[in-house]
């Protein structure tokens, strides 16, 4: 089923539609300019438009996907700035993680290519602190992180699957996923926090000093940790 974009602007008291009739898996706001925003679309048959883009805060949208590899599921995406995107996907592949899983495309403003990451898994969120240091977080348990020459594998400590993963230039690192699963990286380490629910976590969020977390998920979840 098609899913809508909102935006509201006095804090959750009004909402109004902004994209209709697409699946909006992620939203990435330059964080230069917050009328630039990126929309990544997708859903499990695939998408006509993987990724939108609104120069006027989401008032008004284009396809913003030309040059990219292949035609998979966009499921997340993060970037420094306008020229420097991460775009996770899933190829569609079966079963998921084959070949076409192994890539990561990367925008430097001007072009789109694939980057191989050396692990066959789906990813679905994505989030960094500056341009090399940046996690993503997957499939059964999966942590990629990026260091500004190459990806690498982290261990998790767990098989489920993970959806989202954000945190605070400051302060730690969290991944949300299946069965209220939330991991902490710190000092070097994933360790699981005790979430209070037994409920899937799709979303994570952290202010700028990382005081505080929050987190959502299905049948309307909302941690606050």
Avoid: Q
């Avoid at 992620?26 to 009328?35: S, V």
């Avoid at 679309?41 to 883009?53: A, F, I, R």
């Avoid at 949208?61 to 991460?86: Q, T």
């Amino acid at each position: 089923m098609p899913g809508n974009l909102f935006k509201s602007t006095n804090s959750g008291g009004s909402w109004s539609p902004k994209l209709l009739a697409v699946t909006v898996n992620t939203l990435l706001i330059d964080p230069d300019n917050p009328n630039i925003v990126y929309a990544g679309c997708g859903h499990s048959d695939g998408t006509e438009v993987p990724l939108y883009k609104s120069t006027d805060g989401g008032s008004t949208w284009r396809k913003s996907y030309a040059g990219m590899p292949g035609e998979p599921v966009r499921y997340g995406i993060w970037g420094s700035s306008a020229n420097d995107l991460f775009v996770l996907k899933h190829t569609g592949s079966v079963p998921k993680g084959g070949e076409d899983d192994k890539a990561i495309l990367r925008f430097n403003g001007r072009i789109w290519r694939d980057v191989n990451i050396g692990v066959s898994a789906p990813l679905y969120g994505i989030w960094g602190k500056n341009e090399s240091d940046v996690f993503a977080v997957g499939e059964a348990g999966t942590i990629m992180h990026y260091n500004g020459l190459g990806w690498s594998a982290m261990s998790s400590g767990t098989e489920v699957d993970l959806f989202g993963v954000a945190g605070s230039a400051l302060g730690s690192v969290y991944a949300v996923g299946r069965s209220g699963t939330i991991l902490r990286y710190a000092k070097g380490a994933w360790t699981p926090v005790d979430s209070g629910t037994y409920k899937d976590l799709n979303a994570v969020w952290s202010t700028s000093d990382g005081a505080h977390v929050v987190t959502a998920g299905a049948y309307g979840t909302i941690v606050h940790t």
